[in-house]
Nanobody
Framework: QVQLVESGGGLVQAGGSLRLSCRAS????????MGWFRQAPGKEREFVVA????????LYADSVKGRFTISRDNAKSTVYLQMNNLKPEDTAVYYC?????????????????WGQGTQVTVSS
């Protein structure tokens, strides 16, 4: 089992930046892929970005490409999500997830462990 704890959410004005962190603990070997998903009120959970276990491969949703950057520090068992040029439509609860393989995936079914979520609110 892997436990995930997110941090870094908050309230920011449109055009601003936030950096989310997600620390993994427990059975973190082998180094599987990780991802970020988000869920806005009244909407389904959607894929944001994923990173492979090695950190070499990444996968982004079109809506965040060029604005968000994912990275990971395996020595700290932590993944980061740098979010720049935030828009009101980025407002959601952001969830960190631990994958079931070393690669990347957009499918929530490929992630077996989830964090509790952190709220990101972008005001216009």
């Amino acid at each position: 089992q892997v436990q995930l704890v997110e941090s870094g959410g908050g309230l920011v004005q449109a055009g601003g930046s936030l950096r989310l962190s997600c620390r993994a603990s427990g059975r973190t070997f082998p180094r599987y892929g990780m991802g970020w998903f988000r869920q806005a009120p009244g909407k389904e959970r959607e894929f944001v970005v994923a990173i492979s276990g090695s950190g070499v491969s990444t996968l982004y949703a079109d809506s965040v490409k060029g604005r968000f950057t994912i990275s990971r520090d395996n020595a700290k068992s932590t993944v980061y999500l740098q979010m720049n040029n935030l828009k009101p439509e980025d407002t959601a609860v952001y969830y960190c997830a631990w994958g079931d393989t070393i690669g990347t995936s957009r499918d929530p079914a490929d992630f077996g462990s989830w964090g509790q979520g952190t709220q990101v609110t972008v005001s216009s």
